[in-house]
C-alpha cells in the first residue's frame, strides 16, 4: 500500500494561482461568443479551411464578431470530437501565410486552407 502523504506539496498555492488563471479564461471563452467551424474532410487532407467570401461576398471569419474560433476536428469514429480553439486575431494573423483557394460546399466560397498542426504553432 502507498503511504497517503498529508502534506501539501512545495509550492501548491502558487500552481493553484497559475491553474486557475488559465481556467478562468477558459471560462470566460466558453461563455463569450466562439465561431465553431466543424471540418469532416480535416483527417483526409490535413488542414482546415477559413472561409472569408461566399458568392463573391464577404463572408465567415471577415464577417464575425466572434473573439474566438474553435475547430472541430472530427473523425467519425470517436465518441467525443477534439477542438482548437484559438483567438480570432491571431487566426487572421496565420491565416495571412496561405494562399485564398476554392472551398466549402459546391465549391462557392473562397479562404485559406490552413494544415490543422499549424493552429497549435501561432505566436
Known amino acids: 500500500m502507498i503511504p497517503i502523504n498529508s502534506k501539501a506539496r512545495p ?6 494561482k497559475f491553474g486557475q488563471q ?12 466562439v465561431e ?6 480535416c483527417q483526409k487532407t490535413g488542414n482546415v479551411f477559413v472561409e472569408i467570401e461566399d458568392k463573391g461576398k464577404p463572408s465567415g471569419i471577415n464577417t464575425s464578431k466572434s473573439p474566438y474560433y474553435a475547430f472541430c476536428l472530427y473523425k467519425s469514429e470517436r465518441v467525443k470530437q ?6 480570432t486575431k491571431i487566426l487572421k494573423k ?14 462557392e466560397a ?3 486552407i490552413i494544415p490543422k498542426e499549424d493552429l ?3 505566436d
Do not use: A, C
Request: aromatic residues 12%; without cysteine; positive net charge.
Open 11 to 16: 509550492h501548491f498555492d502558487k500552481d493553484l
Open 94 to 107: 496565420l491565416m495571412k501565410k496561405y494562399p485564398i483557394k476554392k472551398g466549402g460546399d459546391h465549391w
Open 22 to 33: 488559465y481556467e478562468n479564461e477558459l471560462q470566460e471563452m466558453v461563455e463569450g461568443k
Open 82 to 87: 477534439v477542438w482548437v480553439l484559438i483567438p
Open 120 to 122: 497549435l504553432k501561432y
Open 110 to 112: 473562397r479562404g485559406h
Open 36 to 41: 465553431v467551424k466543424t471540418d469532416r474532410l
